[in-house]
């Protein structure tokens, strides 16, 4: 029985990858020991209990289609939802969100992916009654990303990149309530990150958890290097392809 509907975030453009990967395919179609980047994604959400996934897609899209179809190679049922132009990640799940029947639904960035039990993740959402509930990691050097600060399990502080030094980072996770998209008016196009977050935040609606695994990004060509080595044995070890 599946948790939940995951969303994957999959419209950017890799603009930082382009002389590593080409400007012909999407960032989460990156090629990782002959496999898309998105592939370990979603095997990933699958043995994790997630059945249900909707890609978000605009730039090449029809690259990321072709290779998944409607998931049934790999256990899942997958819909996509084509942005004619791009909406921004507030924008995009803005937009999905319509769609969702479910109270809530899970989120992820088609260009990473944090190997951790789901479960700690969803217990404290529906422990707190969450409309947003984040996945923490704590990293030596949080300077690539949104740094954040708890108070228990309530997040009290969220800073954007350029702090470089130990803390605990946003690792693109969420579980997220449907409801706050039918309480909270954003506009069409947006940036979840600059737009919606910081709204959570001064509304004391935003939890995060602490969690423990291998955080694996693409974002940048020394990330996507590291990629390689990180998801090597991966695959056969945790999923049994």
Known sequence: MSIGTALILAGG????????????????????????????????LKSQGIENVIILCHYKHEKIVDHFNEGDK?????????????????G???NAARIIKDKFFFVFNGDSIFITSLS?????????????????????????????????????GY????????????SGVYIINKQLFVDMHFP???????????????????????MSGN???????????????LLQGWLAKNTGY
């Open 13 to 44: 453009f890799g603009t930082r990858l382009v002389e590593t990967i080409g400007g012909s395919i999407p960032k989460p179609m990156a090629m990782v020991n002959q496999k898309p980047f998105l592939e370990y994604l979603l095997l990933y």
């Open 74 to 90: 790999f256990g899942l049922k997958i819909k996509y939802i084509i942005e004619d132009e791009p909406l921004g990640t507030g």
């Open 92 to 94: 995009a799940l803005i």
């Open 120 to 156: 700690p993740l969803l217990k404290l959402h529906n422990t707190m009654n969450g409309i947003c509930t984040m996945a923490l990691k704590e990293l030596d050097d949080t300077g690539r990303y949104g740094r954040v600060t708890l108070d228990g399990n309530r997040i009290i």
């Open 159 to 170: 800073q954007e990149k350029k702090i470089f030094e130990k803390g605990l980072i946003n």
């Open 188 to 210: 069409q196009t947006c940036s979840f990150e600059d737009v919606i977050l910081p709204k959570l935040l001064e509304d004391n609606f935003l939890y995060g958890q602490i």
């Open 215 to 229: 955080f694996i990004d693409i974002g940048i060509p020394e990330s996507y290097q590291k990629s390689q080595s």
